[in-house]
């Protein structure tokens, strides 16, 4: 084994080399911040930028994996917040656990979208919306982040709703619960240490798992969540089909979350890890996922149990009321924890939105953007994060317990309204061969991501429709849902054909582990066909409209109450 010694003020092209099989590497990567380049310290490990060993034993692969666990365990845990407290609350609560299998439909479409940015990470050392800004341009660059910013900082508000809603349960004065929730987010980044961060975060994904217990002590029918979790069904009959399509909408934006893309792909970077060491994040991204959904199942099953039978059944309100419910089926105890865990799931989630805007705002303005340095050495990156915990704080104590309520359930709509459009970035610069070379998408891969894409423009058409008529009859939604259905079968065969063949011939993906994407600037940016800048013109348009229509519908909404 030969140990290759690095300058740490010149990032390499790859992290780890060796002498006898890696090929030459050339003089520079596109790492932007010289912190990006290093050893790996995790939470649960470290492994040195000169440890070239082979990974043969089981013990050394267990060691490496728990080095390597939590991009994909923070951002997978994150994404069970304060909003999707709210959002499988309301649909256990209104439906029982009818809508169970949309979780299970879900899973392929979060791998497959995570997978892509953390190959992206890792391969290419350069953050999300700074691979759109420099491959795209900047008017895209521009939307994409300003959608980021925008949604981000109502998300966050969102989690801080959830702490005051803790809070009134446990009967906790909610302006220091919000005070002291806001020390702990900033405080947790400011060490200077990306390892003591990471500590913080793993062990509030840890606590995450209060709501197994609380399963339990509900006891649901295990049965019939197996029935519905394989089980398409929409409940409530063809009267209440748009209010049933709006909660699904909501659980696809509080499941599939634009912030989720820009926070994972900047996480990696963050965190040093290469392409040497993508199959232990891939296995890191599959035990998050494993716990969002059992997180998230529980959550549908024991309110579902909670409020069957009685009044509260379908009238859904808020996360506090969600816990009494709890309380009263379960007794104290079981209220009690689901308190905590939406309370640790609000900090979580802050912990991630926060460092997705900062580390996009680093990426974009090309400060320095990392937990390894102190606040000295990164004084924007730090002040971005502490800004937005600062805002949504204040903005959460001066708002009614209304209007929260409503914002909340404004942000999964909208999260899942914007969607289409970081989906369509994402799988377009997974194809862009300058950009991740040997790691390019295949013909499969490009396939289902397309089909994702018509899916989720057609819940957003749907949204729309249901804003624009009120009275829409099922038939037109199911009228909608069919026609792009067809739609997105036929632009999926048509990427998986088309592509199929470029990628056998042109695509040479031996000796992948030791490519990195070289330094920005000296790519060509790509040329952008008529048709391809048509068809995202379209998008970006239709997004818009549909935002709109959103907020004509809050606006309707809350000057009707």
């Known amino acids: 084994m030969t140990n290759v010694m690095l300058d740490p003020k010149v990032p390499a092209a790859t992290a780890t080399t060796t002498a006898t099989t890696a090929p030459a590497a050339t003089p520079r990567s596109a790492v932007l ?25 089981i013990s050394a692969r267990f060691k490496t994996l728990l080095a390597i666990i939590g991009p ?30 949309t979780l299970l439909m879900l899973v392929p479409v979060l791998y497959v979208n995570q997978e892509m940015v953390l190959r992206l990470g890792a391969v290419t050392g350069v953050g999300h919306a700074r691979l759109i800004l420099e491959r795209f341009g900047k008017f895209w660059g521009a939307f994409s982040v300003i959608d980021l910013f925008l949604l981000n900082a109502l998300t966050l508000v969102t989690e801080f709703i959830g702490v005051t809603l803790a809070a009134g ?8 619960a919000v005070v002291l929730a806001a020390a702990i987010i900033i405080a947790s980044a400011f060490t200077g240490s990306f390892q003591r961060f990471e500590r913080v975060a793993v062990a509030l994904c840890a606590g995450s798992l209060l709501l197994v217990p609380i399963y339990f002590m509900v006891h649901p029918k295990t049965s019939q969540m197996a029935h519905d979790f394989v089980t398409p069904q929409m409940p409530g009959g063809s009267g209440q089909l748009a209010a049933v399509m709006m909660v699904i909408i909501s659980i696809v934006g509080t499941t599939v979350a634009p912030w989720q893309l820009f926070f994972q792909q900047s996480y990696v970077i963050d965190k040093r890890i290469t392409p040497r060491f993508m199959k232990y994040e891939k296995i890191d991204l599959w035990i998050g996922i494993v716990v969002v959904i059992v997180g998230a199942a529980a959550m549908i099953g024991f309110t579902a149990a909670a409020f069957a039978g009685t009044d509260g059944f379908g009238q859904f309100s808020d996360a506090s009321a969600l816990a009494k419910g709890i309380e009263d089926k379960a007794g104290r105890l079981a209220g009690v924890l689901f308190a905590i865990a939406l309370l640790d799931a609000s900090i979580i989630g802050a912990f991630a939105v926060s460092l997705s805007t900062a580390y996009a705002i680093g990426d974009v303005f090309g400060i320095k953007h990392s937990l390894h340095r102190g606040v000295k050495g990164a004084k924007g990156f730090y002040a971005v994060y502490a800004g937005l915990v600062v805002a949504a704080a204040a903005i959460t104590l001066v708002s009614t317990a209304y209007t929260q309520g409503l914002m909340t359930q404004f942000v999964q ?26 790691w390019v998408n295949g013909p499969k891969t490009n396939a289902f991501t397309s ?22 009859s099922s038939d037109s939604i199911l009228a909608i849902m069919a026609g792009c259905g067809v ?38 940016r790509p040329v952008m066909s008529t048709a391809r800048k048509v068809g995202m013109g379209a998008l970006r348009a239709y997004l818009l409209l549909a935002m709109v229509m959103v907020i004509i519908k809050v606006v309707q909404t809350a000057l009707n109450h």
Request: charge should be negative; charged fraction near 15%.
């Open 487 to 524: 739609a997105g079968v036929l632009v999926a065969g048509y990427f998986f054909l088309a592509g199929r063949k470029g990628t056998k011939e042109d695509i040479d993906r031996t000796g992948r582990e030791n490519w990195r994407m070289p330094p920005l600037e000296t790519l060509g």
């Open 451 to 472: 089909a994702v894409v018509g899916v989720l423009v057609m819940l957003s058409l749907i949204l729309t429709a249901a804003v624009v008529w009120p009275d829409i």
């Open 169 to 176: 349960y446990l009967g906790l004065p909610k302006v220091a």
């Open 413 to 438: 709509v909208l999260a899942g309204v914007l969607l289409p459009s970081a989906t369509v970035f994402l799988l377009l610069l997974c194809n862009d061969k300058a950009v991740l070379g040997p």
């Open 72 to 101: 994909g365990l923070i951002v997978m845990v994150g994404d069970n917040d304060a909003g999707a407290f709210s959002t499988y609350g309301q649909a256990g609560q209104n439906y029982g656990t009818q809508l169970l299998w």
């Open 33 to 57: 911040d010289d912190a990006h380049v290093g050893d790996i310290k995790g939470a649960l490990g470290t492994i040195r930028l000169d440890d070239d060993a082979p990974r043969s034993g």
